[in-house]
Nanobody
Framework: QVPLVESGGGLVQAGGSLRLSCAASGRTFSSYGMGWFRQAPGKEREFVAAIRWSVGSTYYADSVKGRFTISGDGPRHAVYLQMNLLRPVSTAVYYC??????????????????WGQGAQVAVNS
């Protein structure tokens, strides 16, 4: 069973918006934070945004700052990604992830223990 489930992906025109959601699937856990990554065809999975529950801090890749907003609910193991002013280069499969061990590598996939199956986001020019 996939521990995290993403929803909200789809096809949008450049300049449009989408909101991704991620929630725990049938299990409970205690996380120090959650994050979003994306992977475009033929490319490595890359960091998009993260949130740390204890301090309420948010972190963003430079490429999405000012356009994407991460939010979430720690006790409910839910995280959201509001994506505005989408660009064709934003086309990718978006994955949410949970950090269960307080890693200090927020921008790297090694800093997360649980992953979702991914949600496809496609942006037309």
């Amino acid at each position: 069973q996939v521990p995290l489930v993403e929803s909200g992906g789809g096809l949008v025109q450049a300049g449009g918006s989408l909101r991704l959601s991620c929630a725990a699937s049938g299990r409970t856990f205690s996380s120090y934070g959650m994050g979003w990554f994306r992977q475009a065809p033929g490319k490595e999975r890359e960091f998009v945004a993260a949130i740390r529950w204890s301090v309420g801090s948010t972190y963003y890749a430079d490429s999405v700052k000012g356009r994407f907003t991460i939010s979430g609910d720690g006790p409910r193991h839910a995280v959201y990604l509001q994506m505005n002013l989408l660009r064709p280069v934003s086309t990718a499969v978006y994955y949410c992830a949970a950090d269960l061990q307080a890693y200090s590598v927020i921008e790297f996939t090694a800093g997360y223990d649980l992953w979702g199956q991914g949600a496809q986001v496609a942006v037309n020019s």
